[in-house]
Nanobody, 121 residues
Framework: QVQLVESGGGLVQAGGSLRLACTAS????????MGWYRQAPGKQRELVAR???????NYVDSVKGRFTISRDNAKNTVYLQMNSLKPEDTAVYYC???????????????WGQGTQVTVSS
């Protein structure tokens, strides 16, 4: 069984910073892409940032230059450093990871439980 556990959300003033972390655990053979999505009230879930197994990254335009995604393969962990936060960044943030578990023949897409990020003006 595989689990994703997120941490690092909270309340911050506009202009502040937060760092999210998501750690995968369980019978993991290999991890491919890792990413972060967010969903604000009344809006669709959107991709915020994604990092491949080789380290290449992509970001939604609204966070470019402010957010940085990184990963620690030894710890099966993906991070999202969020700087210069704006009220419009307020959302529940979900990590999303492609994992090949022991005994499986294909990668499966897993979601974290979500962590609330609230940016006050």
């Amino acid at each position: 069984q595989v689990q994703l556990v997120e941490s690092g959300g909270g309340l911050v003033q506009a202009g502040g910073s937060l760092r999210l972390a998501c750690t995968a655990s369980g019978r993991i053979f290999s991890i491919r892409a890792m990413g972060w999505y967010r969903q604000a009230p009344g809006k669709q879930r959107e991709l915020v940032a994604r990092i491949s197994s080789s380290g290449s990254t992509n970001y939604v335009d609204s966070v470019k230059g402010r957010f940085t995604i990184s990963r620690d393969n030894a710890k099966n962990t993906v991070y999202l450093q969020m700087n210069s936060l704006k009220p419009e960044d307020t959302a529940v943030y979900y990590c999303n990871v492609d994992i090949l578990a022991y005994g499986s023949s294909a990668y499966t897409n897993y979601w974290g439980q979500g962590t609330q990020v609230t940016v006050s003006s």
